[in-house]
């Protein structure tokens, strides 16, 4: 499937995917919200796809959304609050898809990520940002809240207190001080952010699949479960893995290479 505002190609497993209007620095209009809903169900039915990189185009990951549709809803007048939730209900679901994805994802921020985008970076499991990447929740600079999922994600990955100085400032974060607070895992030189996704991915897929899908699915609830619950995933999530091609064929192996010695 051929996109136009989003590049989408594969390296040995590992799923590329590419916010590509980097004229206006990757924001996020009408087009790109589709396509990337597109795109990641794409994803999501290729079994032989093992991780995904999401990165920009250009010398921005995502300057958020677009101003342009922002002005677009503005003129509809009374209906821009009904037109604004419906537009959000849909993302919320394409997000959901990228937060769900049974297989392990990196944003690799290559600049600028404020804003929405800096949501959608944070969906991911992972966020790997440039030397020259500025992270920032800039929703409020517009008289906004974060609406992709920022007000999930930030807290639990830079604590209650933190989050609420992020949004209530919209400051910009320094790759640096993003690693140093959470916000970010890690940096890498502007060169070798994607190459260093890339590989970091290669290292998981060399494991089974379907434990870190299940593991993953488990972990992303964790937060919101106790312990006997997370308890019972995890058991319900075993018996499936020991029925599994992987884990039969793992201990077979096992074994066989110690009766070798």
Not at 17 to 46: C, F, K, Q, S, Y
Request: glycine share 10%; with cysteine.
């Amino acid at each position: 499937m051929s996109f136009s505002t989003i590049g989408l190609e594969a390296e040995d497993g590992i799923a590329v995917l590419t916010l590509n209007r980097p004229r206006v620095r990757n924001a996020i209009d009408g087009t790109m919200r589709a396509e990337l809903r597109e795109a990641i169900e794409e994803i999501a039915a290729d079994t032989t796809i093992r991780g995904v990189v999401l990165t920009g185009a250009g010398s921005a990951f995502c300057s958020g959304g677009d101003i342009r549709g922002m002005q677009e809803r503005l003129e509809q007048g009374a209906r821009a609050g009904e037109l604004g939730w419906r537009r959000q209900r849909e993302f919320h679901h394409t997000l959901a898809k990228l937060f769900h994805l049974d297989r392990p994802t990196v944003a690799a921020v290559n600049g600028p990520a404020f804003g929405l985008g800096l949501d959608v970076a944070l969906t991911c499991d992972f966020v790997f940002a440039a030397e020259s990447a500025v992270l920032a929740a800039s929703f409020v600079r517009r008289g906004l809240v974060p609406d992709g999922g920022g007000l999930f994600h930030l807290p639990r990955r830079v604590g209650l207190v933190r989050a609420k100085e992020l949004v209530f400032s919209g400051r910009a974060v320094e790759a640096k001080e993003a690693v140093h607070i959470g916000l970010a895992d890690r940096v890498l030189p502007d060169g070798e952010l994607r190459a260093g996704a890339v590989a970091f991915l290669r290292e998981f897929a060399e494991q089974p699949a379907l434990a870190q899908g299940l593991a993953k699915d488990i972990l992303n609830r964790s937060l919101e479960l106790g312990y006997d619950e997370v308890n019972t995933l995890g058991s319900q999530a075993q018996a499936i893995c020991y029925a599994s091609p992987d884990h039969q064929e793992s201990v077979r192996a096992f074994l066989a290479a110690r009766d070798r010695k």
